[in-house]
């Protein structure tokens, strides 16, 4: 038998005794599709299973893809890092290297069309680049060196926000494909935020303002917004997902964090814990399909994780399997 799952906003199209139902009944079994299905208001998190290691361990990388189809571009190892990673679902393989090394950087995209911006080559970057799903070219400077800052959106309408100029940034830049241009800035400055969505639907969540910050705001294309507050405060946490369906997991809370949090674009709620406590870590996927990668346990890491999530509902028995 398998698990079950929350079933309140699936319409099932037949009961057991042959009736249909606009909704469902707690306690109700019915047929749908060679699977029984059991109603329940019982609400299910997530959980993050064990992918392949990174082959470089590394602090500090930016993330963008999905789980099936992940990216992983720089971080610190020893010293600034250029190696870039590819995610097939189940190992990593090595792609193109950034032009510059550096970590503290931020990303967004898809494997084959990635974006990464900003971090410390040693000094705060302004640098921005553009993968092809084999090498990374130049793309235009950020206005504002940023690090420690997060990404959001696709390559050719990318987002970034906060992170550090030298003191905590409100920042927001959109990228249209070469240029980046201001956005509205945050209400809230910060380092260490993680980031999600898209350009003209973004979210923000977490980071340091001097103390750890719950403090989420959404982002419409034009201005920020405040959201939920996150369960847990924390900094240099990793994001996935879309504003409406958003996942953030890890961080430092003083001491590196397996928190992971989903929100339903009002508010956060606990989702199932990383096996692994991480901070600086980067992520990548959905809420329902997340992936993070590297970061630190207090030393360099090359762990991956992949989160799966039940949805709404799911099979009790199958037909073959009888009652």
Do not use: I
């Amino acid at each position: 038998m398998t698990d079950y799952r929350s079933v309140k906003y699936k319409v099932p199209t037949l009961n057991l005794d042959g009736t249909t139902e606009a909704s469902p009944v707690e306690g109700e079994m019915w047929y749908d599709s060679g699977k029984f299905y059991l109603g329940t208001s019982q609400t299910f998190s997530g959980v993050w299973s064990s992918g392949g290691n990174l082959a470089t361990a590394r602090y500090g990388p930016a993330g963008c893809g999905t789980q099936a189809a992940g990216l992983c571009m720089g971080g610190w190892t020893d010293d600034y890092s250029n190696v870039t990673e590819e995610y097939d679902g189940t190992s990593w393989s090595s792609g193109g290297n950034l032009g510059t090394a550096r970590y503290g950087l931020a990303g967004a995209g898809a494997q084959s069309a990635g974006l990464c911006m900003g971090g410390d080559t040693g000094s705060v970057s302004t640098v921005t680049e553009e993968y092809d799903g084999s090498a990374w070219s130049a793309g235009g400077n950020l206005a504002t060196a940023l690090n420690g800052l997060a990404g959001a959106g696709t390559q050719s309408a990318g987002l970034c926000m906060g992170g550090t100029t030298g003191s905590y940034s409100n920042v927001t830049e959109e990228y249209d494909g070469t240029s980046w241009s201001s956005g509205g800035n945050l209400a809230t400055a910060r380092y260490g935020p993680a980031g999600c969505g898209t350009q003209t639907a973004g979210l923000c969540m977490g980071g340091t303002t001097g103390s750890y910050s719950n403090v989420t705001e959404e982002y419409d294309g034009t201005s920020w917004s405040s959201g939920g507050n996150l369960g847990t405060a924390r900094s240099s946490l990793a994001g996935a997902g879309t504003q409406s369906a958003g996942l953030c997991m890890g961080g430092t809370t003083g001491s590196y964090s397996n928190v992971t949090e989903e929100y339903d674009g009002t508010s956060w709620s606990a989702g199932g814990n990383l096996a692994t406590a991480t901070g600086y870590l980067a992520g990548a996927g959905t809420q329902s399909a997340g992936l993070c990668m590297g970061g630190t346990t207090g030393s360099n890491s090359n762990v991956t994780e992949e989160y799966t999530h039940p949805g709404s509902y799911d099979e009790l028995f199958t037909a073959s399997q009888g009652l």
